[in-house]
T-cell receptor, first 116, second 112 residues
Framework: AQSVAQPEDQVNVAEGNPLTVKCTYS??????LFWYVQYPNRGLQFLLK??????LVKGSYGFEAEFNKSQTSFHLKKPSALVSDSALYFC??????????????FGKGTKLSVIP | GAGVSQSPSNKVTEKGKDVELRCDPI?????LYWYRQRLGQGLEFLIY????????KSGLPSDRFSAERTGESVSTLTIQRTQQEDSAVYLC??????????FGPGTRLTVL
């Protein structure tokens, strides 16, 4: 079975400061990893993904994430937070081996609040 | 190009009524997913369609829930005899045979 943990329900950061939203995962095979963002009353928007290759993945709106296989983590980062980054962030994993490998498993989400 | 669209955007219904939610995937996307998102929760997988293969219904919470998709086009999610615990946002996503899912804006269902 695959699972995702987002240990923080909420992250508060001052505008202009770096931000990190944490994610750890568990799969039996090789993972595909994703970050999505959800603004109020909106669907999920794709931010970035890790499939293979470089461990540092760059995505939309200046976000990046680092895949760490030994720590089974895929933390989302941004060097300088904007108030407009305030939203709900979801990490998701897909195990590329075995049955049901098309399913994405989502974390419970982390609410990011960027304070002016 | 056009993204995933869902209708209605909001639906308020009375307990015991049936509702039908619609999803129009991105043209050419062969796979389609339905998810449920309860208030303050993550996404709960409901059902998966891939082309003409038999759908994976393993996430449907009860036999009151059903979904259909004709070929690689529109999908409808039907909830019969709605209950208050069915209140949630229902999200649809579509994808090519690739890992990235693209989501619609969702349908917010409120059962009174």
């Amino acid at each position: 079975a695959q699972s995702v943990a987002q240990p923080e329900d909420q992250v508060n950061v001052a505008e202009g400061n770096p931000l990190t939203v944490k994610c750890t995962y568990s799969v039996s095979g090789n993972p595909y990893l994703f970050w999505y963002v959800q603004y109020p009353n909106r669907g999920l928007q794709f931010l970035l993904k890790y499939i293979t290759g470089d461990n540092l993945v760059k995505g939309s709106y200046g976000f990046e994430a680092e895949f760490n296989k030994s720590q089974t983590s895929f933390h989302l980062k941004k060097p300088s937070a904007l108030v407009s980054d305030s939203a709900l962030y979801f990490c998701a994993v897909r195990d590329m081996s075995g049955a049901g490998s098309y399913q994405l498993t989502f974390g419970k989400g982390t609410k990011l609040s960027v304070i002016p | 190009g056009a993204g995933v669209s869902q209708s209605p955007s909001n639906k308020v219904t009375e307990k015991g009524k049936d509702v039908e939610l619609r999803c129009d995937p991105i043209s050419g996307h062969t796979a389609l997913y339905w998810y449920r998102q309860r208030l303050g929760q993550g996404l709960e997988f409901l059902i998966y369609f891939q082309g003409n293969s038999a759908p994976d219904k393993s996430g449907l919470p009860s036999d009151r829930f059903s979904a259909e998709r004709t070929g690689e086009s529109v999908s409808t999610l039907t909830i019969q005899r709605t209950q208050q615990e069915d209140s949630a946002v229902y999200l649809c996503a579509s994808t090519l045979p690739s890992p990235t899912q693209y989501f619609g804006p969702g349908t917010r269902l409120t059962v009174l």
